[in-house]
């Protein structure tokens, strides 16, 4: 049981680079969320779906785009990096927001330069 | 949107004291009110949560108290252990959660 698997764990990118994040759990979790994190501003939503086949815009979707590939598998893609980008990126999953918490993944240190 | 605000920023207490952080939120629809612990370079854990029908909850410890009306919670931690050195998040929300923006807390020893 590993429970949530983000890769990769760390990244350099140019300005303008694509990449995508991926992020899978396998607990049977229904809902999953992409957040950010930056020193002194705790973690901010990007981007979530409450189940499968479901996407929502977050607190900062900008410059982001997701997909729930299924029901273990929320991607996060960034289509032309921008320095502004550089952060750490933590997925996570819960079985039923509002009554259990989220697990988190080990995060993904992203660098654009 | 709801709204959450954390203080103290940095916390400072020696091993053996008590610790309590803040958390006040804005949107009065919030009913689920975790708390997680961060070491440096890991993901945050969970250590306790608190839901809306409830106005006190411990666990060995720590507590957290919840006061709806003020919209205010708080997270307390008794007889501190440099191990609880780390940074604590406050949350808010129901679907999905509002983060603080987080606690330095250092157990001097």
């Known amino acids: 049981n590993a429970g949530v698997t983000q890769t990769p764990k760390f990244q350099v990118l140019k300005t303008g680079q694509s990449m995508t994040l991926q992020c899978a759990q396998d607990?049977?979790?229904?809902?999953m969320y992409w957040y950010r994190q930056d020193p002194g501003m705790g973690l901010r939503l990007i981007y979530y779906?409450?189940?499968?086949?479901?996407?929502d815009k977050g607190e900062v979707p900008n410059g982001y785009n997701v997909s729930r590939l299924n029901k273990r598998e929320f991607s996060l893609r960034l289509e032309s990096a921008a320095p502004s980008q550089t952060s750490v990126y933590f997925c996570?999953?819960?079985?039923?927001?509002?009554?259990?918490?989220?697990?988190f993944g080990s995060g993904t240190r992203l660098t654009v330069v | 949107g709801e709204n959450v605000e954390q203080h103290p920023s940095t916390l400072s207490v020696q091993e053996g004291d008590s610790a309590v952080i803040k958390c006040t939120y804005s949107?009065?629809?919030?009913?689920?009110f975790p708390w997680y612990k961060q070491e440096l370079g890991k993901r945050p854990q969970l250590i306790i949560d608190?839901?809306?029908?409830?106005g006190e909850k411990k666990d060995q410890r720590i507590a957290v108290t919840l006061n709806k009306t003020a919209k205010h919670f708080s997270l307390h931690i008794t007889e501190t252990q440099p191990e609880d050195s780390a940074v604590y998040f406050c949350?808010?929300?129901?679907?999905?959660?509002?983060f603080g923006a987080g606690t330095i807390l250092r157990v001097k020893s």
């Open positions: 779906s409450a189940s499968e086949g479901t996407t």
């Open positions: 949350a808010a929300g129901g679907n999905k959660l509002v």
């Open positions: 996570a999953s819960s079985e039923a927001p509002g009554i259990y918490g989220y697990t």
């Open positions: 949107d009065s629809a919030s009913n689920y």
């Open positions: 607990m049977n979790h229904n809902s």
């Open positions: 608190i839901r809306s029908n409830v």
